[in-house]
């Protein structure tokens, strides 16, 4: 399974940026895929995840700013961001945790966003 992660770029203090991540291969149906970041000399964080299920999870940080969603038969994974801050500046890693016979986590390259103020 390889994670294609599009969208990055530069944007404006309070405008908005859509990041999309798409899982290539075979994937547990039963998965959670989401976005981590990392801003330099920071620990990597959550962002945002969703489960198969329907069920999702956001970093504090986000405070209604961010919605995530997904397309299970394209095995896509979305992030739209709204509200952005210079300090949401950051390389936004997607990730999928598989869940088969074991589980597996899989991480993409990473697409830069950069917020100017």
């Known amino acids: 399974v390889q994670l294609q992660a599009s969208g990055g770029g530069l944007v404006q203090a309070g405008g908005s940026l859509g990041l999309s991540c798409a899982a290539s291969?075979?994937?547990?149906?039963?998965?959670?895929m989401g976005w981590y970041r990392q801003a330099p000399g920071k620990q990597r964080e959550l962002v945002a995840t969703?489960?198969?299920?329907?069920?999702?999870t956001y970093g504090s940080f986000v405070k209604g700013r961010f919605t995530i969603s997904r397309d299970n038969a394209k095995n896509t994974v979305y992030l739209q961001m709204s509200s952005l801050k210079p300090e949401d500046t950051a390389v936004y890693y997607c990730?999928?945790?598989?869940?088969?016979?074991?589980?597996?986590?899989?991480w993409g390259q990473g697409t830069l966003v950069t917020v100017s103020s």
């Open positions: 990730n999928a945790v598989a869940y088969d016979l074991g589980v597996t986590n899989y």
């Open positions: 291969g075979s994937i547990s149906s039963r998965n959670v």
């Open positions: 969703s489960t198969s299920g329907g069920g999702t």
